[in-house]
């Protein structure tokens, strides 16, 4: 009982002096950022879209999607 009391104290010591999770911690939170950027300035990121199909497909983008086939 003892060597698994002391088994258990060791292992979770060691477990909590491990930096395997940082890396995961680091891309959640450079995925918050990136996602707050983008709420941020989603009309200036959909105009551009917006610019680019229209520029693309000839025509504006609510005729492309209103005829797609003509």
């Known amino acids: 009982m ?4 002391y088994f ?5 010591g060691e477990f909590l ?3 395997d999770g940082l ?6 939170l450079i995925l918050a950022v990136l996602v707050g950027i983008a709420l941020i300035f989603r ?3 959909f105009g551009f879209v ?5 520029n693309i497909m ?9 005829k797609p086939l003509e």
Do not use: D, H, P
């Open 23 to 28: 890396g995961t911690v680091e891309i959640v």
């Open 8 to 12: 258990k104290r060791s292992f979770a």
């Open 58 to 66: 000839g025509g504006s983008v609510a005729e492309i999607v209103s």
């Open 17 to 19: 002096k491990r930096e």
């Open 2 to 5: 003892l060597n698994a009391l």
């Open 43 to 45: 009309q200036y990121i």
């Open 50 to 54: 917006r610019e680019i199909m229209e």
